[in-house]
Nanobody, 123 residues
Framework: QVQLVESGGGLVQAGGSLRLACEAS????????MGWFRQAPGKERQFVAAIEWNDNTYYADFGKGRFTISRNNANNTVNLQMNSLKPEDTAVYYC?????????????????WGQGTQVTVSS
């Protein structure tokens, strides 16, 4: 069973930065894609960013220019660098991975999920 473990969440002031990490129990380059989603209280899970096996990246509009997804195959991690954080970025952030996709922005196509890490941005 594949395990994904997130870390790096916390409390930060608006305008600050956080770097989330997701460690996988399987070689990261063997997944077709890995991604990050977030879920705020009372809201649906929302796509944040994804990285394909060939390092192509995809971002939600709210993250373009502020968030960067990257992969380190040497230590089987996927990172999400978040800059210029806003209070509306407050959510639980989840790492996800999968092998077959029709869409990287739809949670249903990701087979493996981490437990999530809380990100809170204060104003």
């Amino acid at each position: 069973q594949v395990q994904l473990v997130e870390s790096g969440g916390g409390l930060v002031q608006a305008g600050g930065s956080l770097r989330l990490a997701c460690e996988a129990s399987r070689r990261t380059f063997t997944f077709n894609a890995m991604g990050w989603f977030r879920q705020a209280p009372g809201k649906e899970r929302q796509f944040v960013a994804a990285i394909e096996w060939n390092d192509n990246t995809y971002y939600a509009d709210f993250g373009k220019g502020r968030f960067t997804i990257s992969r380190n195959n040497a230590n089987n991690t996927v990172n999400l660098q978040m800059n210029s954080l806003k209070p509306e970025d407050t959510a639980v952030y989840y790492c996800a991975a999968g092998d077959r996709f029709r869409s990287y922005v739809t949670p249903e196509w990701y087979r493996y999920w981490g437990q999530g890490t809380q990100v809170t941005v204060s104003s």
